[in-house]
């Protein structure tokens, strides 16, 4: 119904930036609101930033500040500008939209932090 998929992980040192991005394709009429988890090793997965279709933003307190999340004029790709980023950011970031009744799931995009 929906498809998810993912771009922009990478190796990056401590403090630098990162752009992830998700587009979407489908249903997404029936999308009310996408956002980016992430799992790191050993954690379970967190809800790191969610956008609704008219635009208010929630983000995880650990990466507020740091990170924002944004969407096109069209509404089908949703990035995640990710900067001063930091050991502890080094996970799985899975791109994530939902509807009433249904949750989707893109297939992830691995970052890596060095210090």
């Known amino acids: 119904q929906v498809q998810l998929v993912e771009s922009g992980g990478g190796l990056v040192q401590a403090g630098g930036s990162l752009r992830l991005s998700c587009t979407a394709s489908?249903?997404?009429?029936?999308?009310?609101?996408m956002g980016w988890y992430r799992q790191a090793p050993g954690k379970q997965r967190e809800l790191v930033a969610s956008?609704?279709?008219?635009?208010?933003?929630n983000y995880a307190d650990s990466v507020k500040g740091r990170f924002t999340i944004s969407r096109d004029n069209g509404k089908y790709t949703v990035y995640l500008q990710m900067n001063s980023l930091r050991p502890e950011d080094t996970a799985v970031y899975c791109c994530?939209?939902?509807?009433?009744?249904?949750?989707?799931w893109g297939k992830g995009t691995l970052v890596t932090v060095s210090s």
């Open positions: 994530n939209a939902g509807r009433v009744g249904m949750t989707y």
């Open positions: 956008i609704t279709i008219g635009g208010m933003t």
């Open positions: 489908g249903s997404i009429f029936h999308i009310n609101v």
